[in-house]
């Protein structure tokens, strides 16, 4: 089954909408582990963190070229 641009893009945009629920679990647990003082799963989630921030980063970005590929084309044809 071919896909159009569009339909990548809002699986793309879906995707990162669930890495937005993800992070909102770990920042719930990031707020338990600042409270029970456990530095090392402080850490931990940090890090899980800084990775699912930049997933969801790079998806968005990804969803953003596909839906506007046609249309970044087109100017570069004007200009």
């Not at 707020?31 to 899980?48: F, G, H, M, P, V």
């Amino acid at each position: 089954m071919q896909k159009s641009l569009e339909e990548l893009s809002e699986e793309y945009f879906k995707a990162a909408e669930g890495i937005s629920e993800i992070i909102a679990k770990y920042r719930k647990q990031l707020q338990e582990a600042y409270r029970s003082k456990n530095y090392l799963k402080t850490y931990d989630i940090k890090r899980k963190l800084a990775v699912l921030y930049d997933q969801k980063q790079e998806t968005v970005a990804t969803a953003y070229e596909l839906k506007n590929y046609y249309n970044k084309s087109q100017e570069e044809k004007i200009a």
